[in-house]
């Protein structure tokens, strides 16, 4: 019987490419419905030059609608990366203002013997804490030593190698055998591409309002509004779980112990095809 593995003929995220003919095709459909003389008007240009049959016809559209998606797409990614952006620009204002040793020794001046318990000192004793706290929080501490302990796991039943590296929180030596191990989580990508082909069917939407005004009713406009608030609430949910240590980190270990039983898996069917065979000879004599 022959068996034809087709993960090694077609690249493993060919489909995410082929997800902008979603908001192409929208977007050329907006087009031909709200002005169809303009698409019928092009449709026999392009016969007068060229005999094209209904397929050709078909394959220039979905070609036509993937090239346009992927400038859509290219947003979509644009705006992930400048809301990601912000974050870490926020996290970093905060941390060399509130989280600055000349605000710390100020605090303690201000605060005085015995403390003063009014509310502004207590806000900002809450918001110098916090902006002080170590780059992993205290709950994502525990996930962090799993994480650490399941690297060593891996890195000894797949390479051979143990290693003596206790924890630390600032990675050291196991945090580069663990940025060499680790593969990006798959199911993190079916987000990811959600979020993107929402708000890119928001923007071919917009756009087709902008180049015909037919096409601006208000249903149409809903629609095209609901497509850009769910990318972008999707886009900014997915940036705000990039900033959570502890949620981070729980994807990390979910990746490193999925490896590690891919690993571990033959090595239990060999035992326990040995095992079974040692039966047999002892049934046989």
């Not at 809450?126 to 962090?144: D, G, H, M, T």
């Not at 600032?170 to 945090?175: A, C, E, F, V």
Request: with cysteine; proline share 5%; net charge positive.
């Amino acid at each position: 019987m022959i068996k034809l593995d087709l993960t090694r003929v077609f690249p493993p995220r060919l489909g995410g490419y082929f997800l902008a003919l979603i908001p192409g095709m929208f977007f050329e459909s907006s087009i031909a419905i709200g002005n169809p003389h303009f698409a019928e008007s092009v449709i026999s240009r392009a016969r007068e030059i060229y005999t094209f049959g209904p397929y050709a016809l078909l394959f220039l559209f979905l070609a036509s609608s993937l090239f346009i998606g992927e400038g859509f797409f290219l947003i979509a990614w644009i705006a992930y990366l400048l809301i990601n952006f912000t974050f870490v620009l926020w996290r970093f204002v905060i941390r060399i203002t509130f989280g600055s040793q000349w605000l710390y020794r100020y605090f303690g001046k201000l605060q005085g013997m015995p403390p003063k318990q009014t509310v502004f000192i207590r806000s900002l004793s809450k918001l110098i804490f916090r902006a002080r706290q170590r780059q992993f929080s205290i709950k994502a501490r525990p996930v962090l030593i799993c994480l650490h302990i399941a690297t060593k796991q891996l890195l000894k039943k797949r390479y051979g190698i143990e290693m003596p590296w206790q924890f630390s929180e600032q990675g050291g030596d196991w945090g580069v055998w663990y940025s060499a191990l680790n593969e990006p989580p798959t199911w993190l990508a079916e987000p990811r591409m959600a979020s993107r082909t929402l708000l890119a069917l928001g923007l071919s939407g917009f756009t087709a309002l902008y180049a015909l005004p037919v096409l601006r009713a208000w249903y149409f406009i809903v629609l095209c509004s609901l497509f850009a608030f769910a990318g972008l609430f999707a886009t900014f949910d997915l940036a705000l779980w990039s900033q959570n240590a502890v949620s981070r980190s729980m994807a990390n270990l979910r990746s490193i112990l999925i490896q590690l039983s891919a690993t571990t898996e033959p090595q239990r069917t060999e035992s326990e095809g040995e095992a079974s065979a040692a039966i047999q000879a002892s049934e046989d004599d």
